[in-house]
């Protein structure tokens, strides 16, 4: 008999069933009004979703073409801008501004905790040529949850522009563009969102805006000023991927069917169980503090090997992730975000305490299912920070 599977990795994520079957629907074609019909009912559902009242624009591409996007459209060879780095993904938009030719200052962050706005005011302070500052609202090499309001009320005062990758955050945790002052947000469709990879979506700010038409069109395939004329003739620019779009369309109905509000509690409740399953396990995670709500980077104890306890778990039908970059072999990442639920929950820990124990590891404590599912409870019953706390 075959184990089903189950993914609990940082993305891509399980589809719902409804998604897999209007992934499934017959094609139509990009550039007939049948096309224009979900591209018109998918904006407003796309805006409530970023907290926005300008246009999200669909992008073929993976969430880091819409980080490429957003940084060709937003800055222009010679100008500054300021990377938060504490992760891989931190990294990531270092790489992309140095591509393009824009001069880079780095506030570097230890892996595992969240950027001081402290730190970020005074690099702004310091230098005056700073017109952006990028970072991730979810550091998902880490689990770190950057705290990207501050930030924004940093940047509000300033010619600088706060750009924010939500990859691992929209759909997952608030992060409404609008009233956090956002001047870009940008998502991928395989995490929060529940659909196969290949979609990125992308909002900018009247500001943002501004500073895209100054600068005009730099980039012939992410011409986001050309995409938004598209977008508002229910079109895209060049081919769309279609069915990631009518998928997409039935994730945000389920959405809207319990309400924002709803899913931020579960996501919320799946963290805390995670968190105290692990901790029962005898095992931390690596962000004690600031953490997301999609996965959490669990430390392994010293000697045991990560890619072993992934090895051992898979037997068990659960598909975790390992680490990256320096933290490759030392922690395992468990992905709670998008269609999961406290059953995936339990199979994962279950399995995690195996992986463990075929790794050399320990595991402490023989209720640990039970202590995770009470935690999953009180936080569905208790309900999430409010987002001044965020």
């Known amino acids: 008999m075959h184990t089903k599977l189950r993914l609990l990795t ?9 998604v897999r079957l209007a992934l499934a629907q017959d094609m139509i074609h990009h550039r007939k009004a049948e096309f224009v019909r979900v591209m018109e009912e998918l904006q407003p559902r796309l805006q409530r979703l970023f907290g926005t009242r300008q246009p999200v624009l669909p992008l073929a591409c993976s969430g880091t073409g819409a980080m490429v996007a957003v940084a060709t459209s937003l800055f222009a060879p010679g100008e500054r801008v300021l990377v938060v780095e504490g992760g891989k993904f931190g990294e990531r938009w270092r790489e992309i501004a140095e591509s393009l030719g824009v001069q880079v200052t780095v506030v570097a962050v230890p892996w595992g905790e969240p950027v001081d706005p402290a730190a970020v005011a005074a690099a702004l302070e310091a230098d005056p040529s700073i017109r952006g500052v990028l970072v991730q609202v979810s550091e998902t090499s880490t689990g770190v949850l950057h705290p990207v309001r501050q930030l924004a009320a940093l940047t509000r005062q300033r010619s600088v522009l706060l750009v924010a990758d939500g990859i691992s955050a929209v759909g997952v945790s608030p992060c409404p563009m609008d009233a956090w002052g956002l001047d870009a947000l940008l998502t991928g469709s395989q995490k929060g969102l529940m659909l196969p990879p290949g979609l990125a979506l992308v909002a900018l700010s009247e500001r943002a805006w501004a500073k895209a038409e100054a600068l005009g069109p730099r980039h012939f395939y992410f011409n986001l000023l050309a995409e938004r004329d598209k977008n508002r003739q229910g079109q895209t620019l060049f081919t769309a991927p279609v069915n990631l779009l009518r998928g997409l369309a039935v994730s945000l109905a389920l959405f809207e069917e319990v309400g924002m509000e709803a899913v931020f509690r579960k996501q919320w409740a799946l963290t805390a169980m995670v968190r105290h399953g692990v901790r029962s396990l005898g095992l931390e995670p690596l962000v004690r503090e600031h953490f997301t709500w999609g996965l959490t980077a669990v430390s392994l104890p010293a000697g045991v090997d990560g890619a072993q306890v992934l090895q051992a778990a898979a037997r068990y039908g659960v598909v975790l992730a390992g680490g ?46 039970e202590i995770a599912m009470k935690a999953y409870e009180d936080a569905m019953s208790t309900g999430y920070p409010w987002e001044e706390e965020l």
């Open 10 to 18: 940082p993305g891509p994520t399980p589809l719902p069933e409804a």
């Open 324 to 369: 990256q970059g320096h933290l490759k072999g030392r922690i395992v990442r468990i992905g709670h975000m998008g269609y999961v639920d406290f059953g995936d929950i339990l199979a994962g820990l279950y399995a995690l305490r195996h992986g463990l124990l075929d790794a050399g590891g320990f595991s402490a404590c023989p209720n640990y299912l």
